[in-house]
């Protein structure tokens, strides 16, 4: 067996971000015939999906940040302002998303992250369901990974 040295750098270097992500989706695209089958079509990128509101003076009230990818919505952020909670906006804002992505974009499942202090109660109440719990994510938080069906496959 040959013994190899490395230097390790633990440096932030946007060029070697770039070149490890495109040889790790090359080496994911070897490996896997979904992902592969993927590769040239509108389904491999991601793209952008956001949903804002608006109160009447023009102020942000709610937002929505997210993205699709292949048949996925993923919700990275969901906010509403506290004079407007209570009023419905933040389901408004998820269900104008989720028919975005199902009607524009062909999305058939969502996904999104939340901690305990926050609002898995009401993604699942949205008609989400909890299919990952990662308790002290921070210490003294729980993550929790959400999904949803959203139509037909």
């Not at 770039?18 to 992902?35: G, K, M, Y």
């Not at 990128?45 to 709610?62: F, K």
């Not at 699709?68 to 009023?87: C, I, K, N």
Request: charged fraction near 25%; charge should be negative.
């Amino acid at each position: 067996m040959v013994s190899r040295m490395f230097r390790l750098e633990t440096e932030v270097d946007k060029s070697r971000h770039d070149l490890l992500r495109r040889r790790l989706r090359d080496a994911n695209t070897a490996a896997s015939p979904v992902l592969r089958a993927l590769r040239g079509t509108p389904g491999e990128r991601e793209l952008p999906l956001q949903v804002w509101a608006l109160d009447d003076s023009g102020a942000l009230a709610g937002g929505l940040v997210g993205h699709t990818w292949t048949s996925w919505l993923h919700v990275t952020y969901l906010w509403v302002d506290e004079s407007a909670r209570g009023t419905g906006l933040g389901s408004q804002l998820l269900a104008h998303a989720e028919v975005t992505a199902r009607s524009e974009r062909g999305c058939t499942e969502a996904r999104v992250e939340t901690w305990d202090f926050q609002a898995p109660d009401f993604y699942q109440k949205q008609g989400y369901e909890v299919v990952c719990v990662i308790p002290d994510y921070p210490p003294g938080i729980t993550e929790y990974t959400l999904t949803k069906h959203l139509g037909p496959r």
